[in-house]
């Protein structure tokens, strides 16, 4: 599922992060999810269209459907 980045962003503009760790999948578990958010959205930003920064962009959608829910 695709979605709009600006989407996402806006999403975690209102998100209340609290200090739970979250287990993305088998491989990722993310310990302070307001700092991967931020990092991965100021990645995404600086570089809009890069394919390279791909990983970035469906590990913050995987985080945001889980979150969604």
Do not use: A, W
Not at 3 to 27: A, H, P
Not at 47 to 66: A, D, H, I, S, W
């Amino acid at each position: 599922m695709k979605k709009n980045i600006t989407d996402i962003i806006n999403f975690f503009d209102n998100y209340n992060f609290n200090d739970e760790e979250i287990v993305l999948d088998q491989c990722t578990k993310i310990t302070n999810v307001e700092k991967f958010v931020n990092s991965h959205k100021n990645y995404l930003l600086k570089n809009t269209g890069k394919k390279v920064f791909l990983p970035y962009y469906n590990r913050l959608l995987k985080l945001y459907l889980k979150l969604k829910k």
